[in-house]
């Protein structure tokens, strides 16, 4: 379909006085998407600039959601922050206030109990897990595939209850506290963990079939939004977006946190399953769903490792705010989160509250990749290539195509349907 | 657009990328910078046991550099190590003066064997002066427009200096990470006129 006739059209039918003009001075358009987008989950606006269907140049803008946590940080106590760390984002809870607690616990030369470094690798496994799935439902109904999302959410649930009958909560579990866990994992909870790994172990099968073997998602996604290695590099890409270029970074592989240190991690690339990296779509989605398979590992070598004793460097949380009101100095802390690493810079100066945070969430990394990936794709494309990279901030509900100085919505559902279209021709080609 | 520029103009610096290789460790490397840089330059390797069942040792390093060396230092780094991976700057005000650090990840892919380099530069509050890195390591566009945004610091040579987090309702000249006179208290503290004209 032309996309540029879909508009054209529109724009008729809105506004029939205005005389359309017959010629056109410029051959490019611009094409802008969001911020918000139900499909992606936070809002960030894209300026395309597009030449009938194809994208020559790409360009962002964030600042919808910035809230100043960072700045409302250094007006909190440390365990203070730990609950707003974990509100920067619903989905990397664990990660995020895992992240602070790490800095901070490097600052204070707090040694952290082995048994809660299990516990904290166990949930950051868990949070993967349901991170990536999500994920792949959100990419099925980018593609059309909407009853694949569906199937992909149900098998999801799951693991959600899991984390609800650990911790009490879906998400925001309230876990972390600086120097250990705030709940242990008792033993009679391990048996209903371990029939969800099953469980993951044998639905794994069939995700994997819907999703590396049916052929029209196979040709929408294969050489699609490509990011070449260098490309990767040099725009300092991380976590699975990086990995699909075939850049081996994974902090949970390079740097000791946590129990990895114990557990002897690769990264995993394409190459593990399909003998070369392209850098594409495909290449992402494999990577996510060979993840949600380690993560299942990881979990059950946790829980066979997992020593008995503390779970907590100290119950008394005066008494560890007062400790760490006498502390000086600079700690960062590095987490391999769902979409890639986290970095917290904490400068704690001898006061109530410390005097610097910063926050690096992996998508501030995976934006700048955009522009290469987005560059001569389609517009129909444009939705699976930016949510291809699980961008941790939403996206396009709308856009608005200008024109001169005439202005036409074309709204989400359209949107979707320039996607849903591409692929149902697709199907038409490869008769299905 | 930025990302697409980088993208034509990056040619020399990716094929240096793609062929480092091989391993080096934190001494390695505060040592050439020692030699290269002398007292200008100053470091600390700072070093921590992790524990969980086996004990491992984790290295990283502080440094800090004069400002007028800081962008030779950096195209040192890359030449030490072309792999070289920018994390995130962060930086804070003092009063006087405003300290930024630069966070590199040095020698992933291997196992255990990464270690940050961080790479701290004091400005002082009459010259906020700092020259952009984006030619060596394009992937520091975002964070330096955000030192630019937040703390109100000018990067010299920056291929694109728009505004990135902030909303375009904060007033130009207001540094949401700034603690003098230029800071956001006044906005804060006035919330209820957020908006209006």
């Given at each position: 379909?032309?996309?540029?006739?879909?508009?054209?059209?529109?724009?008729?039918?809105?506004?029939?006085?205005?005389?359309?003009?017959?010629?056109?001075?410029?051959?490019?358009?611009?094409?802008?998407?969001?911020?918000?987008?139900?499909?992606?989950?936070?809002?960030?606006?894209?300026?395309?600039?597009?030449?009938?269907?194809?994208?020559?140049?790409?360009?962002?803008?964030?600042?919808?959601?910035?809230?100043?946590?960072?700045?409302?940080?250094?007006?909190?106590?440390?365990?203070?922050?730990?609950?707003?760390?974990?509100?920067?984002?619903?989905?990397?809870?664990?990660?995020?206030?895992?992240?602070?607690?790490?800095?901070?616990?490097?600052?204070?030369?707090?040694?952290?109990?082995?048994?809660?470094?299990?516990?904290?690798?166990?949930?950051?496994?868990?949070?993967?897990?349901?991170?990536?799935?999500?994920?792949?439902?959100?990419?099925?109904?980018?593609?059309?595939?909407?009853?694949?999302?569906?199937?992909?959410?149900?098998?999801?649930?799951?693991?959600?209850?899991?984390?609800?009958?650990?911790?009490?909560?879906?998400?925001?579990?309230?876990?972390?506290?600086?120097?250990?866990?705030?709940?242990?994992?008792?033993?009679?909870?391990?048996?209903?963990?371990?029939?969800?790994?099953?469980?993951?172990?044998?639905?794994?099968?069939?995700l994997g079939d819907i999703f590396l073997k049916d052929?029209?998602i196979k040709?929408?996604?294969?050489?699609?939004?490509?990011?070449?290695?260098?490309?990767?590099?040099?725009?300092?890409?991380?976590?699975?977006?990086?990995?699909?270029?075939?850049?081996?970074?994974?902090?949970?592989?390079?740097?000791?946190?946590?129990?990895?240190?114990?557990?002897?991690?690769?990264?995993?690339?394409?190459?593990?399953l399909l003998?070369?990296?392209?850098?594409?779509?495909f290449?992402?989605i494999v990577?996510?769903l060979l993840?949600?398979?380690?993560?299942?590992?990881?979990?059950?070598?946790?829980?066979?490792?997992?020593?008995?004793?503390?779970?907590?460097?100290?119950?008394?949380?005066?008494?560890?705010?007062?400790?760490?009101?006498?502390?000086?100095?600079?700690?960062?802390?590095?987490?391999?989160?769902?979409?890639?690493?986290?970095?917290?810079?904490?400068?704690?100066?001898?006061?109530?509250?410390?005097?610097?945070?910063?926050?690096?969430?992996?998508?501030?990394?995976?934006?700048?990749?955009?522009?290469?990936?987005?560059?001569?794709?389609?517009?129909?494309?444009?939705?699976?290539?930016?949510?291809?990279?699980?961008?941790?901030?939403?996206?396009?509900?709308?856009?608005?195509?200008?024109?001169?100085?005439?202005?036409?919505?074309?709204?989400?559902?359209?949107?979707?349907?320039?996607?849903?279209?591409?692929?149902?021709?697709?199907?038409?080609?490869?008769?299905? | 657009?930025?990302?697409?520029?980088?993208?034509?103009?990056?040619?020399?610096?990716?094929?240096?990328?793609?062929?480092?290789?091989?391993?080096?460790?934190?001494?390695?490397?505060?040592?050439?910078?020692?030699?290269?840089?002398?007292?200008?330059?100053?470091?600390?390797?700072?070093?921590?046991?992790?524990?969980?069942?086996?004990?491992?040792?984790?290295?990283?390093?502080?440094?800090?550099?004069?400002?007028?060396?800081?962008?030779?230092?950096?195209?040192?780094?890359?030449?030490?190590?072309?792999?070289?991976?920018?994390?995130?700057?962060?930086?804070?005000?003092?009063?006087?003066?405003?300290?930024?650090?630069?966070?590199?990840?040095?020698?992933?892919?291997?196992?255990?064997?990464?270690?940050?380099?961080?790479?701290?530069?004091?400005?002082?509050?009459?010259?906020?002066?700092?020259?952009?890195?984006?030619?060596?390591?394009?992937?520091?566009?975002?964070?330096?427009?955000?030192?630019?945004?937040?703390?109100?610091?000018?990067?010299?040579?920056?291929?694109?200096?728009?505004?990135?987090?902030?909303?375009?309702?904060?007033?130009?000249?207001?540094?949401?990470?700034?603690?003098?006179?230029?800071?956001?208290?006044?906005?804060?503290?006035?919330?209820?006129?957020?908006?209006?004209?």
């Amino acid at each position: 379909m032309n996309s540029g006739k879909i508009i054209e059209k529109k724009y008729r039918e809105r506004k029939p006085d205005k005389p359309v003009k017959k010629k056109r001075d410029r051959k490019s358009y611009s094409l802008s998407i969001g911020p918000i987008h139900p499909a992606l989950k936070e809002p960030v606006r894209f300026d395309l600039k597009i030449e009938g269907e194809k994208v020559v140049n790409v360009d962002f803008e964030l600042s919808q959601v910035h809230r100043g946590i960072e700045w409302a940080g250094t007006r909190r106590n440390p365990v203070q922050i730990i609950y707003l760390a974990e509100r920067i984002c619903g989905i990397c809870n664990i990660c995020h206030s895992a992240c602070f607690c790490i800095a901070v616990e490097n600052i204070a030369g707090i040694g952290v109990p082995a048994r809660a470094h299990y516990i904290r690798t166990i949930y950051g496994e868990l949070e993967r897990m349901h991170s990536h799935i999500l994920w792949a439902g959100v990419a099925a109904h980018e593609l059309g595939f909407d009853s694949v999302m569906y199937y992909t959410w149900k098998v999801r649930e799951k693991v959600m209850d899991v984390m609800e009958a650990l911790a009490g909560n879906r998400i925001t579990k309230g876990i972390m506290m600086i120097g250990g866990v705030r709940r242990d994992i008792k033993e009679k909870q391990v048996p209903m963990l371990k029939e969800a790994l099953e469980y993951y172990k044998k639905g794994f099968g069939k995700l994997g079939d819907i999703f590396l073997k049916d052929p029209v998602i196979k040709s929408r996604t294969v050489d699609t939004g490509i990011l070449s290695k260098q490309d990767g590099l040099a725009l300092c890409a991380v976590g699975p977006t990086a990995r699909a270029s075939g850049i081996k970074k994974d902090v949970r592989q390079d740097a000791a946190y946590a129990a990895y240190s114990d557990l002897d991690v690769k990264a995993i690339t394409p190459k593990n399953l399909l003998g070369e990296v392209k850098g594409d779509v495909f290449d992402r989605i494999v990577v996510r769903l060979l993840e949600v398979k380690q993560s299942v590992e990881i979990i059950e070598e946790c829980l066979k490792q997992m020593p008995k004793g503390k779970i907590v460097y100290e119950e008394k949380i005066p008494k560890l705010l007062a400790e760490l009101r006498s502390v000086e100095g600079d700690g960062i802390g590095r987490i391999e989160a769902p979409r890639g690493e986290v970095i917290h810079y904490v400068k704690l100066v001898g006061e109530e509250s410390p005097f610097c945070w910063k926050v690096r969430a992996p998508t501030y990394n995976n934006l700048l990749p955009w522009g290469p990936m987005l560059m001569g794709e389609q517009v129909a494309d444009v939705p699976i290539i930016a949510a291809s990279t699980d961008p941790c901030m939403s996206c396009t509900n709308r856009a608005v195509v200008t024109d001169g100085n005439n202005e036409e919505v074309l709204d989400n559902e359209a949107m979707r349907r320039l996607s849903v279209e591409k692929t149902n021709a697709l199907k038409r080609r490869v008769g299905r | 657009m930025s990302a697409v520029k980088i993208k034509a103009e990056e040619g020399k610096v990716l094929e240096k990328t793609a062929n480092g290789r091989g391993k080096i460790r934190p001494e390695q490397i505060v040592n050439a910078f020692e030699k290269k840089f002398g007292k200008k330059f100053s470091a600390r390797i700072e070093t921590k046991k992790h524990k969980a069942r086996k004990i491992v040792v984790v290295k990283m390093v502080w440094a800090k550099i004069d400002k007028s060396l800081f962008k030779e230092a950096v195209a040192f780094l890359c030449e030490l190590y072309p792999r070289v991976h920018f994390s995130v700057a962060s930086g804070y005000d003092l009063g006087k003066t405003i300290e930024l650090i630069y966070h590199f990840a040095i020698g992933f892919g291997g196992s255990l064997e990464e270690f940050l380099f961080n790479l701290k530069v004091v400005l002082p509050k009459k010259d906020l002066v700092l020259e952009s890195i984006t030619d060596l390591i394009p992937g520091a566009l975002i964070s330096e427009r955000e030192l630019q945004e937040m703390l109100g610091v000018k990067i010299k040579g920056i291929p694109d200096s728009r505004r990135l987090f902030l909303p375009k309702e904060i007033p130009k000249g207001v540094y949401p990470l700034r603690r003098d006179s230029k800071g956001p208290e006044k906005l804060v503290r006035n919330l209820n006129e957020a908006g209006k004209k």
